[in-house]
């Protein structure tokens, strides 16, 4: 069975993105960056709400071309690009760079996904993550808690039908003050 882990860049305040979707408080530090392009490198699939998803294939895919792109935005684009990755959603029609679209049952096909034999798999999107959460299916936790409070906006964690308790398996304080926390779920 693969594991499936839900991670973003948070409030502390817990919100991935504040009011207006500005993700602009998030900017990661060298090492933070590749922190997460090292997850990336160690994930099978990575599974994306539509919102995310026209996000992340807005920059990309073409994140290795640009102008003064560092070494480690070279190095996470070309991993991106090149990885399984799974769209959830009702509102799109065509994904590109090695996509695949799902536009049915989101818990009933990463239940399916989850049960194949393989390595890690990324859920991405406080929506999506959300419905997987209230499902039981997320394994594990990534949160990297930035020292900023914005407010209001789209929340890391959504409302749950019951508790799920977690057992804390790693702490790293990253420049800039930004925290990283990771639980497994306790089953």
């Known amino acids: 069975m693969r594991k499936l882990i839900y991670g973003m860049n948070v409030s502390l305040d817990g919100y991935v993105a504040a009011p207006g979707e500005d993700i602009s408080w998030g900017v990661p530090s060298d ?3 590749q922190f997460w392009s090292d997850q990336l490198e160690a994930t099978d699939l990575t599974l994306y709400g539509r919102k995310l998803w026209q996000t992340m294939s807005s920059h990309w895919p073409t994140g290795d071309q640009r102008p003064g792109a ?8 070309r991993r991106w690009r090149d990885m399984s990755k799974v769209v959830f959603s009702s ?8 996509t695949r679209l ?9 239940t399916r996904l989850k049960a194949e034999d393989g390595g890690p798999m990324d859920i991405g999107g406080p929506t999506l993550a959300g419905a997987a959460m209230r499902a039981g299916l997320i394994d594990e936790y990534v949160l990297a808690t ?10 890391f964690f959504s409302a749950l039908d019951s508790w799920v308790n977690l057992n804390l398996v ?3 304080t990253f420049p800039g003050g ?6 497994e779920t306790r089953r």
């Open 31 to 33: 090492e933070m960056f």
């Open 70 to 77: 560092t070494p480690a935005e070279i190095q996470f684009a």
């Open 91 to 98: 509102t799109i029609d065509k994904v590109d760079w090695n």
């Open 102 to 110: 799902v536009t049915g049952d989101a818990v009933a096909e990463i």
């Open 146 to 155: 930035s020292p900023v409070l914005v407010g209001g906006g789209k929340p």
């Open 170 to 172: 790693e702490t790293r």
């Open 178 to 183: 930004v925290t990283l926390t990771r639980y």
